[in-house]
């Protein structure tokens, strides 16, 4: 029978031809050396001088471990121990000696339910290692000893795509219907992409219905190689240039039961992120860290699973090179992340399908990612504006007041929104006629002002108006549109109308019922947006108004770690029915099918890009939505943590993303709100929203100084707009992102990997929020190289709505030569800290009260040029609106670049939209000698020239659609 050995990378040999790797004969030695016999008294003065060592290089250790990157590298695993066996059990005294020789962080867990007082009986049970720790470190007390029994390869050959194998089991496990045989298939389906897929080939099962690229030739010079070792089984993929091990699953067994599929991977390094959507720090902790994977609706915090499921992370290696894995399963699962460092994979469902993305460097891992999962759609540009909404408006003239108040201090506002507030009975399709009976002209009122309309839609539908008086449901009754229960009924839950139905968006004929749904209601208020919310599918029940049935489904062999303990907790049950599957299976993905429903209707109806917002997501959302990240609180800690999360979305694909600003729940200080409104004007999807029963927390709620402080913020947000529409462009076209961890642009600088206070936008403005209360300076680090201060010397604009916009026009640009270290800024409580990357060319425009008004404004190019006198930059520009413009060739690109004392402007791509448009004014920060002349294409033009080495040019009126050139002698 087939034993589980942990093997070495190094110790995996690549054979010939088949690349099998067959089991050594030869005894490796164990990681501890062997005792040796002695007298009791040499015993005690040896161990004296031992303990003297150890305490003195455990000091000296310490030391240098503190002050060293290597302290970051990965424990080697224990070498594996030759046994031979003679029958299922492993001998007793030959598992405690290879029980002890495991080091604490490579004990992979044996006993993983939640909850679970394990004793040494049940642990040995599962012929598993039982050494009890202390119960606050996390470390299992059972756990695999080097021989639990697992797969054997077999029958391996080489496919037109990579390789194909039989994988087989003698031993039975401890979950119930083990599957004894799977099929392995390997495809090298790019040079920096390998496919794994593991299978039951007698069994057809679920796998998650998101399209994916199919490949029909392997590629010719991949980045990587496959090494397969035969008995136990056990898959290492290596980066060939480096020789980095990315991917080693010998060190633990894999588990492939019905409803239990687990395996473990060593990681190259302690820096890994991703696994979305949890309350986390973007640098993963990794000390026996469990983030379990299946959609709940809950308020956004530690240690428990939240609105979203993503299986993907992205490792930083300890030479700077990145990689990423995407395991592509849907059913609720753990992934167990330990300080070896590796982690562990465990699912109830589906197959083993996952993708190993080469990189090498971050944004490449991102982009490689998004071209299996699709790319995010580019949003409509009002989406890009600053939106406004609470639950507590109570009806449509408070909810215009605001409004009004907004446009009569200047202040910036794209688009309005209305939470549950604005329905009948709060049912969907529906809006109160006695409350909101002026939401139509409310709307149209918008429109008038160059602004937009969003409104919430819940998921739950309504199963208990009067029949023919509620067309939704009746409607949807008749059609099926609904989930059934096991017994074929519609599966009743309870939502904020009460009792209701669930939608099921895995079969077409629902979209065709949300759509026509949707249209009617669009004929009564023109909004412009959707808000899809509870859409977990959150429920106030647990299961059903029924309950749920005493099955394998609603109650599996092995839960997860989810919130409440049961996979129906707080949402309807697994074993409910679905057109494509049980829910079980579909679970996580309710958001996506939600959203991609409402994006389809929504192109429908407007016949322009569609805006919707979703809380729960799953990968390929981006495509269909975007997200915010759920019901913060109003704490500073909400305001530090929502970084982290805006960070990890746009890895995963979701760039138009935010928190609420200000916090949902509970009442803000007013510092708090000055200071999330300036961070959150640099969130890509930028909204202010808070809770019922606490007092309104718009700009114009407070104070003459907090107003004028966000007004400024908000007005800066507005000035950058070119720079963030571009910014999605690339993420639509290319896979970029647009919140950008600093590690993306510095990969080499291990001081960047934890960062998680600052951000890029692109890769060139450094943003510096401050996060804590009472304070007028920020901690920021900055590295290598020149950083030039985004603000300006006060001047007044024209019309005197913008004077407290005086710091935009013009650049300052003092500069900072940094050797990558921290610095402490001044941070006033109207400014939050902005630089520009050397080597940048940066569009902005004089801001507005709406995007539809500064869009059309002229452009002021800033230039922060490099130390060698170069920098670049583009500007993406179109209608804003229309469908797929890039795809049809709708649109104008214009690249800038800086070299030898000249700007040029090419017009790669030109449109009529691009006429519209003039550049106004020129700023070049690091220009460092005044010039005795400045050409506009080949004339002199006038000019200004700082002791802070900043040459501006103004006047320009040059055309956008055409090519100019700027210089200067």
């Known amino acids: 029978m087939v034993s589980y050995k942990l093997l ?61 990157p290597s302290a970051l590298l990965p424990h080697k695993p224990p070498s594996p121990s030759k046994v031979h066996k003679t029958d299922s059990r492993v001998n007793d005294t030959r598992l405690r000696e290879t029980c002890g020789r495991i080091p604490d962080v490579w004990r992979f867990d044996c006993y993983p339910e939640k909850g679970a007082v394990v004793t040494r009986e049940m642990c040995e049970a599962r012929n598993c290692c039982f050494i009890p720790s202390s119960p606050s470190d996390g470390i299992p007390w059972c756990y695999y000893p080097l021989e639990f029994p697992s797969y054997t390869l077999r029958l391996v050959n080489d496919t037109d795509l990579g390789q194909k194998g039989t994988l087989v089991k ?25 496919r794994v897929r593991i299978t039951d080939p007698s069994s057809s099962r679920y796998e998650v219905p998101i399209s994916v690229p199919t490949i029909t030739k392997k590629a010719e010079s991949a980045a990587y190689t496959v090494e397969l070792s035969k008995e136990p089984f056990g898959l290492i993929v290596r980066r060939s240039a480096t020789g980095t091990v990315l991917l080693n699953t010998t060190v633990a067994p894999l588990l492939y039961a019905d409803q239990f599929l687990q395996f473990s991977t060593a990681l190259p390094s302690n820096f890994i992120y991703g696994l979305g959507e949890h309350r986390s720090s973007f640098l993963h902790d990794i000390q026996w860290n469990t983030l379990t994977m299946w959609a709940r609706d809950v308020p956004p915090m530690e240690k428990t699973n939240l609105y979203g ?156 108006q009067p029949e023919g008086s509620y067309l939704p449901y009746d409607e949807g009754l008749k059609r099926g549109v609904f989930i059934k229960d096991t017994e074929g009924k519609t599966l009743i839950g309870k939502v904020w109308p009460g009792l209701t139905a669930y939608p ?44 749920c049935p005493s099955n394998n489904l609603d109650n599996p ?32 993905l309710y958001g996506l099918m939600e959203g991609k429903a409402s994006a389809s209707a929504l192109r429908r109806i407007l016949a322009k890009r569609p805006f919707v ?27 530090s943590s929502s970084i982290s999360g805006i960070l990890t979305f746009n890895l995963l ?20 709100c000055i200071r999330w409104t300036q961070l959150g004007v640099f969130y890509p999807f930028s909204r202010n929203h808070n809770a019922i029963h606490v007092k309104s927390q718009d700009p114009t709620a407070f104070s003459p100084l907090a107003r004028t402080a966000m007004k400024q913020a908000l007005l800066l947000r507005y000035s950058l707009f070119p720079l963030l529409y571009t910014l999605f462009h690339h993420a639509h076209v290319q896979g970029h992102t647009v919140a950008r961890p600093l590690m993306f642009e510095f990969p080499k600088d291990i001081k960047t990997y934890g960062i998680e206070k600052q951000f890029l936008w692109g890769r060139n403005l450094l943003v510096t929020p401050v996060l804590e209360p009472g304070v007028l300076f920020v901690e920021g680090y900055f590295p290598e190289g020149l950083w030039y201060d985004y603000y300006t010397v006060r001047h007044t604009a024209s019309k005197p709505i913008w004077k407290e916009f005086s710091y935009v026009l013009h650049s300052q640009g003092d500069s900072i030569n940094s050797t990558g270290e921290e610095l402490r800024l001044s941070a006033p409580l109207d400014k939050i800290n902005l630089h520009l990357r050397e080597g940048s060319v940066v569009p902005m425009q004089t801001p507005n009260l709406t995007l539809s008004v500064s869009s059309g404004q002229p452009l002021h190019l800033v230039t922060a040029l490099s130390d060698n006198g170069t920098a670049c930059g583009d500007l993406f520009w179109d209608d804003g609106d229309s469908l797929d413009t890039f795809e049809t060739d709708q649109y104008a690109y214009i690249v800038f670049s800086v070299a030898q004392q000249t700007m040029t402007s090419q017009v790669l791509h030109n449109h009529l939209e691009a006429t519209y448009i003039t550049v106004e004014s020129a700023s070049f920060y690091g220009v460092k000698q005044m010039p005795s002349r400045v050409l ?31 210089s200067w002698l």
């Open 170 to 194: 003698e031993v039975k496990t401890y979950y119930p219907a083990d599957i004894m045989t799977l099929e392995l298939e390997s495809r090298y389906e790019s040079d920096t992409r390998l």
């Open 936 to 966: 506009v294409n080949a004339r002199d033009a006038a000019f200004t020239y700082r002791s802070n080495q900043v040459l501006t040019v103004a006047d320009l009126s040059l055309k956008l659609s055409q090519n100019f050139t700027i």
């Open 613 to 639: 917002i979703s809380r729960s997501t799953f990968p390929s959302q981006g495509m269909y939505t975007g997200h915010w990240l759920g019901d913060n609180r109003s704490q500073w800690k909400d305001l």
């Open 504 to 547: 099921d968006f895995s079969d077409n004929v629902t979209h065709e019922w949300w759509y026509e749904n949707l249209k009617k209601f669009h004929e009564q208020v023109p909004f412009d947006g959707l808000w899809i919310d509870m859409n977990e599918p959150s429920n106030f029940l647990d299961g059903s108004t029924n309950g």
């Open 309 to 464: 499921a993503h299986p993907f992370y992205l490792v930083m290696e300890k030479d700077g090179n990145a990689h990423g894995f995407f395991l592509l399963n849907s059913n609720a699962m753990d992934v167990i992340l330990q300080p070896a460092p590796a982690i562990t994979w465990r699912t109830i469902g589906g197959i083993l399908d996952f993708y190993v993305f080469l990189g090498p460097d971050p944004g490449s891992v991102v982009e490689q990612y998004l071209d299996v999962i699709g790319r995010p759609a580019m949003p409509i540009y009002w989406a890009l504006g600053y939106h406004l909404c609470r639950w507590g408006f109570n009806s449509s003239e408070s909810t215009w007041e605001v409004v009004k108040r907004m446009r009569n201090y200047g202040v910036p506002q794209d688009v309005m929104w209305n939470d549950i507030d604005y329905m009948d009975r709060i049912l969907d399709f529906t809006f109160d006629p006695v409350n909101f009976a002026t939401l139509p002209d409310m709307v149209k009122d918008l429109h008038a002002h160059g602004q937009r309309y969003v409104m919430i839609m819940d998921a739950g539908i309504s199963s208990i």
């Open 8 to 68: 070495n990378p190094e110790d995996v040999q690549l054979s010939e031809g088949n690349r099998l790797v067959e089991e050594q004969e030869t005894d490796r030695s164990f990681l501890l050396p062997q005792r040796l016999p002695c007298s009791i008294t040499t015993s005690l003065i040896v161990t004296g001088c031992l303990l003297l060592l150890l305490c003195g290089g455990w000091l000296v250790g310490t030391m240098f471990w503190l002050h060293s």
């Open 653 to 672: 694909g979701i760039p138009l993303v935010g928190a609420d600003i200000c916090g949902f729940s509970e009442e803000p200080q007013e510092e708090l």
């Open 557 to 588: 062999p092995y839960t997860p770690g989810v919130l409440g303990g049961l996979l129906r907790a707080k949402t309807i049950c697994a074993s409910a029915v679905q057109k494509q599957s049980i829910h079980y299976n579909l679970h996580s």
